[in-house]
C-alpha cells in the first residue's frame, strides 16, 4: 500500500513553461487536494476534488488547472510557470466524510522556476 | 472563516521536558480540529484529531492535545520531549466541503 504518490520529486522550470504534477492514491478515498507550502504561510490549497469528473477552487487557485479523470489521480498544471510559483506542492488525499476526514499527504514536489 | 493561529513561530525545549504547541481557532459551528506533523523534506503526518468527545485526545508518538471550548485552544502536548521530536507542526480545522484550513506551522526544536 503506496499510500499518496506524487511525480516528479522535483522540477526547474523556466518562466512561462508549462508541466503537470500527477498525484496518485491506492486508498480508494474519494476527495483530493493539491496544496502549496510558503515559509511562514502554513499550507494554502490550489484546488481539490471531491470525486472523479469533479474538481473546486481553493484558497489560491490562479495560475493553476486540474483534472480527476480516475478516481486515484489528481493532476495538477501550470500553463506558464512564474517565479510565484516556486513552491513546495503537496497531494492529499481522504475519505468524503463521517469522521474520516483526515486527510493523508505525498512527499512533496519541489518546484523552482526561475 | 474557519481559521487557526499558531502563535508562537518556534518552541525551543530540552530533551526530557514537557512541551507544549499552541493553537487557537476560530469557526463557527463545532470545531474538527487537527494536527500534523512535518520532518525536514517529508509530507505532513497526521498526528491526531479532535472531532467530538474527551477533551483530551490521544495521538502517535505518545504525543495528546487538550481541546478547550471557553479558550478556543487545541494545544499540542507531550510530557517528555525527544530529539528526534524536531519538526514543524501545523494546527488545522475543517472547513466545509470537508477541506482543512492550516495555521503558519511552529518549530519544534528538542536540545539534548
Known amino acids: 500500500n503506496a499510500g499518496v504518490t506524487q511525480t516528479p520529486k522535483f522540477r526547474v522550470l523556466k518562466t512561462g513553461q508549462s508541466m503537470t504534477l500527477l498525484c496518485a492514491q491506492d486508498?480508494?478515498?474519494?476527495?483530493m487536494y493539491w496544496y502549496r507550502q510558503d515559509p511562514g504561510m502554513g499550507l494554502r490549497l490550489i484546488h481539490y476534488?471531491?470525486?472523479?469528473?469533479?474538481?473546486a477552487k481553493g484558497e489560491v487557485p490562479d495560475g493553476y488547472n486540474v483534472s480527476r479523470l480516475k478516481k486515484q489521480n489528481f493532476l495538477l498544471g501550470l500553463e506558464s510557470a512564474a517565479p510565484s510559483q516556486t513552491s513546495v506542492y503537496f497531494c492529499a488525499s481522504s475519505y468524503s466524510s463521517g469522521g474520516q476526514e483526515t486527510q493523508y499527504f505525498g512527499p512533496g514536489t519541489r518546484l523552482l522556476v526561475l | 472563516a474557519q481559521s487557526v493561529a499558531q502563535p508562537e513561530d518556534q518552541v525551543n525545549v530540552a530533551e526530557g521536558n514537557p512541551l507544549t504547541v499552541k493553537c487557537t481557532y476560530s469557526?463557527?459551528?463545532?470545531?474538527?480540529l487537527f494536527w500534523y506533523v512535518q520532518y525536514p523534506n517529508r509530507g505532513l503526518q497526521f498526528l491526531l484529531k479532535y472531532i467530538t468527545g474527551d477533551n483530551l485526545v490521544k495521538g502517535s508518538y505518545g504525543f495528546e492535545a487538550e481541546f478547550n471550548k471557553s479558550q478556543t485552544s487545541f494545544h499540542l502536548k507531550k510530557p517528555s520531549a525527544l530529539v528526534s521530536d524536531s519538526a514543524l507542526y501545523f494546527c488545522?480545522?475543517?472547513?466545509?466541503?470537508?477541506?482543512?484550513?492550516f495555521g503558519a506551522g511552529t518549530i519544534l526544536r528538542v536540545k539534548s
Open positions: 488545522a480545522v475543517r472547513d466545509y466541503g470537508n477541506k482543512l484550513v
Open positions: 469557526v463557527s459551528g463545532n470545531p474538527y
Open positions: 486508498m480508494n478515498h474519494e476527495y
Open positions: 476534488s471531491v470525486g472523479e469528473g469533479t474538481t
